[in-house]
């Protein structure tokens, strides 16, 4: 079978003074940073739901996205075409990983069982694709919000029928996943959150919705899936408010129905965006409290105040959060998912190539950047710095406990302390990153 990506050119490595357009600037795979392959710092994905489902339609107006398989009419036939270009798509790209839904690899039947049995024959079409490739796959996923049945909600709805199919569902999903060597299976909210709170009963669907993540460690640990789960968080959209608004909602929600250790997040920059963060800044945070899972790259746009899914092409903006995973020592079994689509009048097969190339470039320029702050040490040595009184005796003896309300009050009253105020230091600190970024 021929594929729409089978006259695209491989992507040489030019270089940034290179002047072919069609070529990587600064990703290359087999580059040593910090004694680590970039490949293996970065674990960049294609996302299958973007890329090749995606028909470029809107609200305004018709498909526009030049896919053949979107003319295919018997469905199977169509995904088979659709999974042939994908992984043609990725060979010439280069990307070791992919993700998916459910239902973005095979289409929804009559009945579960019926889809069960469409998905579970395309999963050997997609081994068969990885085999041969050696792509490998970051995360799997179910589709719980497309099918009217979940449009109030899946784990959250007021219908217990409907939990039990999404549940029924998901166990499928996470055990394609596991069967196609998986390394991490994710689920973001859909339609988990509410519209109006007129007709939701907020405690009801926060018992339902712990109830139904802990089936599916449950299950992932009777099935021996050795992947990491993941929540991916987002403040709104499709629902006025989803309930897995950001890292610090989720990491409550994990605390209260015990599920910290079983469960890290899957940060999504335009999501972080979205909720009044920085993409930064939830990263750090997931960091901080010990749930950095995987991140979803793209970017919003600053005007929209929406899910735009744009390809991430800003290195100096994208070295802040990159910085905060080279810190933690990298994303594990995660990786970055390119979850961002080309805009509507990019129908075309070289578009995307285009879209994910520089996509690659920015994530290597940023993972650059990183590295340089790293290895520059002023910025590191200049945050140390701020907390040096933590780690001499005093300090360590109030984390420790050592101290009593009043004993720290006698110890002031005797004299004891030297509270001065001291310079922040941020617009030094601002000026280093720009230059180490240039
Ligand atoms: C939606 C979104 C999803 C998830 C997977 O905003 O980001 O594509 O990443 O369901
Ligand atoms: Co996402």
Redesign the pocket.
């Known amino acids: 079978m021929s594929t729409i990506f089978d006259a695209i050119p491989p992507i040489p490595f030019v270089g940034e003074e290179g002047e072919a357009e069609w070529g990587f600037r600064a990703w290359q795979p087999d580059r040593m940073v910090e004694g680590r392959r970039m490949a293996d710092w970065l674990r960049p994905a294609v ?1 299958y ?2 890329s090749f489902c995606a028909t470029g339609a809107d609200p305004f107006g018709a498909e526009t996205m030049d896919r053949p398989w979107f003319r295919t009419a018997d469905p199977m036939q169509a995904a088979r075409q659709k999974a042939e270009a994908a992984f043609a798509f990725m060979e010439r790209l280069g990307t070791p990983f992919f ?1 998916f ?1 459910d239902r973005d690899i095979a289409p929804e039947g009559a009945t579960l069982r019926e889809s069960n049995a469409m998905l579970d024959a395309m999963l050997d079409v997609v081994a068969g694709h990885m085999r041969r490739s050696g792509i490998r796959l970051l995360w799997g ?1 179910a ?1 719980l ?1 497309s099918h009217p049945r979940y449009m109030a909600g899946a784990a959250t709805n007021p219908d217990p029928d409907v939990f039990a199919h999404a549940a029924a569902q998901v166990k499928h999903a996470l055990e394609a996943t596991h069967r196609l060597g998986g390394e991490n299976y ?3 909210g ?1 339609r988990e959150g509410y519209d109006t709170l007129l007709n939701t009963d907020l405690a009801r669907e926060d018992a339902q919705l712990g109830r139904f993540l802990s089936l599916v460690v449950e299950h992932k640990h009777r099935i021996g899936f050795r992947g990491t789960i993941l929540i ?1 968080p ?1 403040p709104m ?1 499709p629902t006025k408010h989803q309930y897995d608004r950001d890292v610090a909602t989720v990491y409550g929600f994990l605390a209260r129905h015990r599920l910290l250790g079983e469960v890290k997040v ?1 940060i ?1 920059a ?2 972080a965006t979205l909720a009044g963060h920085s993409f930064e800044h939830e990263v750090a945070l997931a960091a901080a409290l010990g749930l950095l899972g995987s991140v ?1 790259i793209n970017r919003g746009d600053p005007q929209n105040g929406w ?1 735009t ?1 744009q390809f991430p092409n800003n290195a100096q903006d994208l070295s802040l959060a990159m910085l905060e995973v080279m810190r933690a020592g990298g994303l594990g079994s995660g990786g970055f ?1 390119f ?1 961002a689509k080309v805009r509507r009048q990019s129908f075309a097969a070289e578009d995307l190539v285009h879209a994910h190339a520089g996509g690659l470039d920015t994530l290597a320029r940023a993972l650059l950047i990183a590295a340089r702050i790293r290895a520059d040490g002023r910025l590191d040595r200049a945050r140390a710095g701020r907390y040096a009184g933590w780690d001499a005796p005093e300090g360590r003896a109030i984390l420790d406990g050592g101290m009593s309300l009043a004993a720290l009050s006698d110890r002031v009253l005797e004299g004891g302390v030297d509270p001065r105020p001291r310079s922040g230091g941020q617009e030094r600190l601002e000026n280093l990153v720009a230059q180490l970024a240039r």
């Open positions: 996302a739901w973007h993700c839904h996923t589709n919000f994710v689920l973001w859909g991916e987002k959209e899957n999504e335009n999501h979803d899910d899914d998912n979850d």
